[in-house]
């Protein structure tokens, strides 16, 4: 069961952030003239350290490929993807980056670059905050405030990046700001292995990169397995009519840790949530390779075996992000 629900927290998080992100009324008519000021930069360099996972995508890479698409049309219709873009201005398909990372147990600190104008979606998300408390439009454009069960956070990076947050610490949202225009080290690789594996998967359309090690439930096999992990990155890409994997682990770990893992990897497969996601030959299609730094795997998705598994899951969840008020 903590399996179970590790996984599809995983692929839940992916769905909901990259479409919620940005959600908001559409932008008014007349938007007002979008500022002219310097790029935000690399977003990855604008996280704090400390997350327990971060998410890196490129949405407009991923549907390049018909894989991505085929998935990605399962969830949402043609219809509700236009509505989508009517409600909030922003179009899913062709946001050029994302970086994530949860905050507690239902929040999030989103960032989020496209052709879309900054400025006039953060205008637009304010206006639908039920009790609005922060209202600034210099030297940062700012709205923030409560709506729902949550408070929320908006605030323009720069004309095509925005900065969305649920439930965020106001530090942790400062820390965001205040990294804007400055040239430093990227601080959540602030460890040699968390450089190594972002290094080796950055070109991948998907990744999800814990830069410290798993914080797994304990006496679990794989955490016994795992307990010497540093740090892990697992990236996805997208072919014709698969989903290419690929994982790497850097620690220290014992001997026929290759084994382990494929071991691993099928009981996965067999399980309930395994099997609902078509992933019972997984296992046969991975190959490890272990080094003196740690363990690479790569391995195949087939896409069409995903795609039922996909809808029996999170289709409802999809629908509901979909539907708007």
């Known amino acids: 069961m903590a399996r179970m629900r590790i996984m599809r927290g995983s692929i839940a998080l992916l769905c909901v952030l990259w479409l919620s992100g940005c959600a908001g009324s559409p932008p008014p008519a007349q938007a007002p003239e979008v500022r002219s000021r310097p790029s935000a930069g690399p977003l990855i360099a604008l996280l704090p350290p400390g997350p327990e996972f971060v998410l890196l995508a490129r949405p407009r890479a991923l549907m390049q490929a018909e894989a991505a698409r085929v998935l990605w049309r399962t969830l949402v219709t043609e219809d509700r993807e236009r509505a989508f873009g009517e409600r909030t201005g922003v179009d899913p398909r062709s946001v050029e980056e994302l970086a994530v990372i949860a905050v507690g147990a239902e929040g999030y600190l989103l960032l989020a670059r496209g052709a879309f104008d900054a400025d006039a979606i953060v205008r637009a998300a304010g206006d ?65 292995d968390a450089k190594a594996l972002h290094a080796a998967h950055r070109n ?106 996909v809808r029996l899951l999170f289709f409802d969840g999809m629908r509901e992000i979909f539907a708007g008020d």
Request: aromatic share 2%; glycine share 8%.
């Open 128 to 192: 639908r905050l039920a009790v609005p408390d922060v209202a600034s439009d210099e030297p940062i454009l700012r709205r923030e405030g409560l709506a729902g069960a949550g408070r929320y956070a908006y605030a323009a990076l720069d004309e095509h990046t925005v900065l969305v947050a649920k439930d965020a610490e106001p530090a942790l949202i400062a820390a965001v700001l205040e990294r804007l225009g400055r040239a430093q080290p990227v601080r959540l690789l602030d460890t040699p």
């Open 204 to 309: 991948a359309p998907l990744v999800l990169l814990a830069p410290h090690g798993l914080a797994l439930p304990p006496g679990t096999a794989v955490a016994l397995l795992l307990e010497e992990a540093r740090a892990l990155a697992l990236s996805i890409t997208p072919a014709e009519t698969a989903l290419q994997v690929a994982i790497g682990l850097r620690g220290t770990f014992p001997d026929g840790i290759e084994q382990n893992l494929h071991s691993w990897a099928r009981s996965v497969g067999e399980s309930d949530l395994g099997r609902a996601l078509g992933l019972m030959t997984f296992a046969d299609r991975l190959e490890a390779q272990c080094t003196k730094e740690g363990v690479d795997m790569r391995g195949s998705i087939d896409a069409a075996e995903l795609v039922s598994g």
